[in-house]
């Protein structure tokens, strides 16, 4: 416990403490120098006593405030007033968030209805109601607002109070009440704000504030209950009035940090430690049991138990003004303690206490004040009197100067007048030609200023006059060189094109890949759709990445598409992946799929996206470029099932990523996705399947991890008949891929009820029977078994499964 003494003539009294059993000491010298120097910078001038002049005064709370009110009305006797509980959640620290980064919190608040739910497990709770509840956003401002400024004002009312901290060690209670805040001023806690607040308040000439470790006590005088002290003319009948005594309020501030409440197998203490740790555990044990004791209306409440319930046997069941601030954790490794302050607070809730002000006489003021009257009076005798001497020999030091000064002005006021004169046309002369000297400076000054100009830009000419001869001569080279290209890329564009059509004799490879895969297609099948992969290395190596990319804005169309696919050819090469997008390929791309209606080179180059895609780093500048606008308006144009397949597979690369689910929704890449299905042409049904099982995947991260909360979007967009349809598809990739998604659609709860009603259970039931994947059929295993939506359905359709 700190404290805080404050006098004024007449006063209220506060005392703020932290120490004694079950609360945490201040024993550190260096601590109790940085609390005073906290103190210090509010008030350079006060030490024990404050020396502030008033400003602008308290301001009082609401009655919606956490600490009660009392009217003037009931000054005079008691008032009933409930001890007011607030509870404050700590954020996870950096090993709760590593420790429990797959769990939720324990606890859920819902402040604008003040209250908690502690969690029993992922499905049930407990509801709990406070006076109020702070979230971990909460400032340090707003908690001193709503649970001490209350007590503080009252304090300064005239009644006792008290601000205490309850909760397991770690979770914010010396945070709260004693932040000292030297470097960041909004991190205060509470005992630093009220001692603000306090000083703020007193008057220097009535008032004074006195701080120590066990009771910071507050007596203060009553404006308009006393006389005031004048004595008018040195008529003494005056004085009759003013002896009459002040009256003055006398209040306690009591501020408790109490402490850990955790159980001592879980604070590792030994020794020593262990020793006092059982001792602290005895009086909070001491504390509840009074606590009960008081929320019963048992006729006997045990505070003489332990010196804490001593000290505390005023702040409940007494006639103190209370609030209480419980501090919790969210990390669900310490529920049995967070559950267990919680409780504390919920029996704190039910003590009443009966809060009174202490009024009393304050004879010593009023003797303070007559002699400090008196003192004035004499003092103030003594200043007219020597005022009236120095102001008569004022005068006649004045007197005897004029009279000097008149007679010399009258002597010599003749020679002065041709001088002054005289001296008046000098000093003009002298201006003017100064004047003169310096425009002449500053004039050859310009003269020297413009030849320099003049000779720069002079060289200036002759530089820019050279280098636009070589600008010519290198523009008619590139030209030149142009030229070249353009001939050696219809060549090897001709051999691709022969290279191509004798390997499509051949059978035709389908496309596959692991159902969880993110890769669109292998660097195999974009050589068969591109060209010879030989002569396009070739082709990189003699004419250079930059010079390839410069002809996609080539006039030439057939230049056009065989540069395009050169480049869809290089991008399936990882290694050439970043030169690409580092050269403007990627942009190069985009500008050319956006602008050209040939329906070639807008399946090549959708499907050099689909292979840049498969960087994740590639999938965000292509959505932040347009990309995926770009794909979706490609795929509701375009026919050729080549095409769609190629979209498709850029489409479904992007759905692999976390960070990019709310873009494919705004942006249309899942409408698009799944508005390809109209081809029926299973190249890009896969391609579909595919995409439709990455997002799903990434959804049911998100789910896990807690960052998504509402119902799927696939399910939003419509997805879920078309997944159902083809969940017993005949195509083996499309089977397996759908199979993924619709196991993790059915991982969450949120999406049961809509799964039931597209008959989605029936596929889940098969899938978890007879789909040749083991990995697959056990999670739709474990998705039926672990629902209790499912469980339910299928206990209504008397199906037994489990």
Sequence with gaps: MASSNSHRNGGVGYTSSITSNGTKVITDRQQQQQLFSSLNSINPKSSTTSSLKPKSSLRRSSTGSIAGSATAKDESRGVRGRVRVAVRLRPRNAEEAVADADMPDCVELQPELKRLKLRRNNWDSDTFEFDEVLTEFASQKRVYEVVAKPVVEGVLDGYNGTVMAYGQTGTGKTYTLARLGEEDKSARGIMVRALEDILAEISPETDSVSISYLQVNVKRSIKGKDSALSVENGNASHAAKILKPPIVRRGKLVIVDLAGSERIDKSGSEGHTLEEAKSINLSLSALGKCINALAENSPHVPVRDS???????????????????????????????????????????????????????????????????LDKLIAENERQQKTFQDEIQRIASEAQKRIAEVESNYAGALESTEINEFKKLLQNETLLRRAAEEEISSLRNEVAQWKRLEAAKSSEILKLRKLLEDESQEKAKLEEEIAALQSQLL?????????????????????????????????????????????????????????????????????????????????????????????????????????????????????????????????????SQGGLELLSTTAANANDPQTLRMVAGAIANLCGNDKLQMKLRGEGGIKALLGMVRCRHPDVLAQVARGIANFAKCESRAFTQGTKMGRSLLIEDGALPWIVQNANNEASPIRRHIELALCHLAQHEVNAKDMITARALWELVRISRDCSRDDIRNLAYKTLTHSPAFQAELRRLRIDYG
């Design 491 to 623: 060549q090897l564009s001709f051999e691709a094109d022969e290279t191509r059509r004798n390997l499509d004799k051949g059978e035709m490879a389908k496309l596959s890949g692991d159902l969880d895969s993110l890769l669109p297609q292998s660097n195999h099948q974009s050589s068969r759709d591109f060209g010879d992969g030989a002569s396009m290395a070739k082709l990189f190596e003699q004419v250079g990445l930059q010079k390839i990319l410069s002809l996609l804005e080539a006039d030439d169309a057939d230049v056009r598409i065989h540069a395009v696919k050169v480049v869809a050819n290089l991008a399936a090469e990882e290694s050439n992946q970043e030169r690409i997008v580092e050269a403007g390929g990627l942009t190069s791309l985009l500008m050319l799929l956006r602008s050209s209606d040939d329906e070639t080179i807008q399946r090549v180059a959708a499907g050099a996206i689909a292979n840049l895609a498969m960087s994740e780093t590639n999938q965000e500048l292509i959505v």
């Design 307 to 373: 010196k804490l319930t001593r000290l505390l046997r005023d702040s409940f069941g007494g006639t103190a003004r209370t609030s209480l601030i419980v501090t919790i954790g969210p990390s669900p490794q310490h529920r049995g303690e967070t559950a267990s302050t919680i409780m504390f607070g919920q029996r704190a809730m039910k003590v009443e206490n009966m809060l009174k002000i202490k009024e009393e006489f304050d004879y010593k003021s009023l003797s303070r004040r007559l002699d400090i009257q």
